[in-house]
């Protein structure tokens, strides 16, 4: 069985070491590194190249808005994915922006953590309903653009409205019949149309755009 290989980045000792018992009961993860900081979390990155990171957002030296920034720029093949208390807008806003694949309190129960991260692998963005719905309210007080700045087909419009329900490649391809290979080259050609490089950024591009 291949493993998904994880680093947990959080400034309290505690923290990384209950995650790392509750993730490593499971044979299908394995914590691979360790980070104090955002800082360190970046170099670990490029020493382990974790398939996830498990990121806190307010840490010492530098935050994980920052890292997740750093990390999507220079390992983009890694998945960010935040869990934190701290559910105020500009840190929600931030991780999105800057490629995070979801969110997620620190109040999430164990079971639903480790699901998180397999669906996060599997290409889904993980957004609970409060955290979702705080994004949503920010795009509602935006204006949005009249008309989109590419035209998409018809099928490309069908898996934007999947990647928007949050649909894994897996599930798109099932619901359109497509294989996984095929949906992934539509995923690409859709993001080079918009202008776009990860699939948080993406659903919140096509909501706004009224899709």
Same mark, same amino acid.
């Given at each position: 069985?291949?493993?998904?290989?994880?680093?947990?980045? !959080? !400034?309290?000792?505690?923290?990384?070491?209950?995650?790392?018992?509750?993730?490593?009961?499971? =044979? %299908?993860?394995?914590?691979?590194?360790?980070? *104090?900081?955002?800082?360190?979390?970046?170099?670990?990155?490029?020493?382990?190249? =974790?398939?996830?990171?498990?990121? %806190?957002? *307010?840490?010492?030296?530098?935050?994980?808005?920052?890292?997740?920034?750093?990390?999507?720029?220079?390992? =983009?093949?890694?998945? +960010?994915?935040?869990?934190?208390?701290?559910?105020?807008? !500009?840190?929600?806003?931030?991780?999105?922006?800057?490629?995070?694949? #979801?969110?997620?309190?620190?109040?999430?129960?164990?079971?639903?953590? +480790?699901?998180?991260? *397999?669906?996060? $692998?599997?290409?889904?963005?993980?957004?609970?309903?409060?955290?979702?719905?705080?994004?949503?309210?920010?795009?509602?007080?935006?204006?949005? =653009?009249?008309?989109?700045?590419?035209?998409?087909?018809?099928?490309?419009?069908?898996?934007?409205?999947?990647?928007?329900?949050?649909?894994?490649?897996?599930?798109?391809?099932?619901?359109?019949?497509?294989?996984?290979?095929? $949906?992934?080259?539509?995923?690409?050609?859709?993001?080079?149309?918009? #202008?776009?490089? !990860?699939?948080?950024?993406?659903?919140?591009?096509?909501?706004?755009? #009224?899709?």
């Amino acid at each position: 069985m291949s493993q998904i290989t994880v680093l947990l980045a !959080d !400034d309290q000792t505690i923290i990384r070491d209950g995650l790392r018992a509750l993730l490593e009961t499971n =044979p %299908d993860i394995q914590v691979v590194a360790e980070a *104090r900081n955002g800082l360190e979390a970046y170099e670990q990155t490029g020493i382990h190249h =974790p398939q996830v990171v498990l990121m %806190d957002i *307010r840490m010492p030296q530098m935050g994980g808005v920052e890292a997740t920034r750093l990390i999507k720029q220079d390992f =983009p093949d890694t998945a +960010v994915l935040v869990l934190t208390t701290f559910d105020d807008d !500009d840190s929600i806003l931030g991780a999105i922006a800057h490629g995070a694949s #979801g969110y997620l309190l620190k109040d999430i129960n164990g079971a639903k953590l +480790v699901e998180a991260i *397999r669906d996060t $692998v599997r290409g889904s963005v993980i957004l609970p309903g409060n955290i979702a719905a705080k994004i949503t309210r920010h795009i509602d007080k935006r204006v949005r =653009p009249e008309t989109p700045p590419a035209v998409f087909t018809q099928r490309e419009q069908d898996i934007i409205r999947l990647l928007i329900q949050g649909k894994s490649n897996q599930e798109i391809a099932q619901t359109l019949f497509l294989t996984v290979g095929t $949906v992934k080259n539509y995923i690409s050609q859709i993001y080079s149309k918009a #202008g776009i490089t !990860d699939r948080a950024n993406a659903i919140l591009y096509f909501k706004d755009l #009224g899709f």
